[in-house]
C-alpha cells in the first residue's frame, strides 16, 4: 500500500479538546476539526442536510451537533443520529497530528485527493 502524501492544514495549538475548528483551505474544501481524548477528527464543515457549517455547531459526546437541524454526527464514522431520515452521513477525513502540527492525509500520487473514512452502513 502507498503512503499518503501529508499536507499541513493546521497547528494543533489552535484547537483545544473539546472545541471545533473550522480550517477553510484544504485540499477537502472547508473541514470542521475536533479534539477528543483520542485524538483528532476531521468532517467536512457542511452538513449534508441542512448546508450548516458543523464547524458551528457544538460537540455532544462523541458526536458534532448541526447548529440547524441538531443532527448528531459520529467523528469517527459520519453517521448521522437524531436526524431526518434523509440525512446521509457527513464525508470524514484522515488527520493526523506530528510535531505540533495537523496534517491531512492525500491520496498517493494525488495531490488533490483526500484519504477519506468510509461511513459505516
Known amino acids: 500500500m502507498d503512503?499518503?502524501?501529508l499536507v499541513p492544514i493546521a497547528?494543533?495549538?489552535?484547537i483545544a479538546e473539546g472545541m471545533i475548528l473550522r480550517v477553510a483551505d484544504t485540499p477537502a474544501g472547508p473541514l470542521a476539526i475536533v479534539r477528543m481524548e483520542d485524538g483528532y477528527h476531521a468532517l467536512r464543515d457542511r452538513c449534508p442536510h441542512a448546508a450548516a457549517r458543523l464547524s458551528e455547531?457544538?460537540?455532544d459526546g462523541r458526536a458534532v451537533v448541526c447548529p440547524t437541524h441538531f443532527a448528531a454526527f459520529d467523528v469517527?464514522?459520519?453517521v448521522a443520529?437524531?436526524?431526518p431520515k434523509?440525512?446521509?452521513a457527513v464525508a470524514i477525513f484522515v488527520i493526523t497530528e506530528q510535531s505540533g502540527w495537523l496534517y491531512l492525509a492525500l491520496q498517493a500520487g494525488h495531490s488533490d485527493a483526500p484519504?477519506?473514512?468510509e461511513p459505516a452502513p
Not at 497547528?11 to 489552535?14: I, S
Request: glycine fraction near 10%; hydrophobic fraction near 25%; charge should be positive.
Open 11 to 14: 497547528r494543533a495549538a489552535d
Open 81 to 83: 443520529r437524531d436526524a
Open 76 to 78: 469517527v464514522t459520519g
Open 3 to 5: 503512503t499518503p502524501h
Open 57 to 59: 455547531g457544538f460537540i
Open 115 to 117: 484519504c477519506s473514512k
Open 86 to 88: 434523509s440525512c446521509p
